[in-house]
């Protein structure tokens, strides 16, 4: 990876302010808005984040981990970080387009890299209607929520809600139910990537459903539309033994 300028970004925790103040000790560096590569020391939160800030622009992100799982993250090493940058392996996420209509008609967008939730917020169970490419799927899901996720967010909300792991090169999206009740044995569908997924609340106001892009909240919504954004991108880099298809691969062989 060729650059010029780094610049370190650091999430809200002890642990990762110390870091950033040793690493802009030790390397030369300027603002992150101005930097060639953004440098972000944190966990996979923080590193969400950081990726929606540097996606117009399309910074390439290098994350050391300095949070807690860290799977969209490198080991930190205070030595060695230019010639780690040379020789990292970028991977580019297209984010998810959530257009999202609430109950009183105001339609509202977001980006989502990880996936586009959709969640009960009442004591009652969420009543869903799921078309795909204008066709009707499924006529009623009654479940906690729903989810569609990109390969990269797929071992995240997606994983813990029994969807399928996807790895990065399969050009596919998953859509998985949240606590389903009915139908019961449906665990959810791999759709193309270029598909386009609405979900259209039913019983809306009794019923009530936020949405949420990533960390985009969105309440009271009515219809979701869901598809591939293809005017944006996130680029992340990764040390070249620690690659995100490998993660996702790993991920798929844990007890």
């Known amino acids: 990876m060729d650059f010029e300028t780094i610049g370190f970004v650091a999430a809200h925790n002890g642990e990762a302010e110390a870091a950033l103040v040793r690493m802009e000790s030790l390397y030369a560096h300027v603002r992150p808005e101005d930097a060639d590569i953004v440098i972000a020391l944190g966990g996979d939160g923080f590193m969400l984040r950081t990726l929606h800030a540097n996606m117009k622009r399309r910074a390439p992100v290098y994350g050391m981990n300095r949070g807690s799982v860290g799977f969209l993250m490198n080991g930190f090493e205070e030595t060695g970080l230019l010639e780690r940058l040379r020789n990292a392996e970028a991977v580019q996420l297209r984010p998810l387009h959530m257009e999202a209509r609430d109950i009183s008609g105001e339609v509202h967008h977001a980006l989502a890299i990880n996936e586009v939730s959709l969640l009960r917020d009442t004591r009652m169970a969420a ?129």
């Open 127 to 255: 009543k869903l209607r799921i078309k795909v490419d204008g066709i009707e799927r499924m006529s009623e899901l009654i479940c906690d929520g729903a989810l569609v996720a990109t390969p990269a967010g797929s071992t995240a909300y997606n994983a813990s809600a029994h969807g399928p792991i996807v790895p990065i090169g399969a050009e596919l999206l998953a859509l998985t139910p949240i606590s389903a009740y009915r139908p019961r044995r449906w665990h959810g569908a791999l759709l193309p990537q270029h598909a386009e997924i609405v979900i259209d609340v039913l019983d809306s106001n009794q019923r009530t459903v936020s949405a949420v892009a990533d960390y985009a909240d969105v309440s009271n919504v009515e219809t979701v539309t869901i598809r591939q954004d293809t005017e944006h991108c996130a680029t992340l880099l990764f040390d070249p033994e620690h690659d995100l298809d490998e993660r996702i691969i790993k991920e798929q062989f844990l007890p």
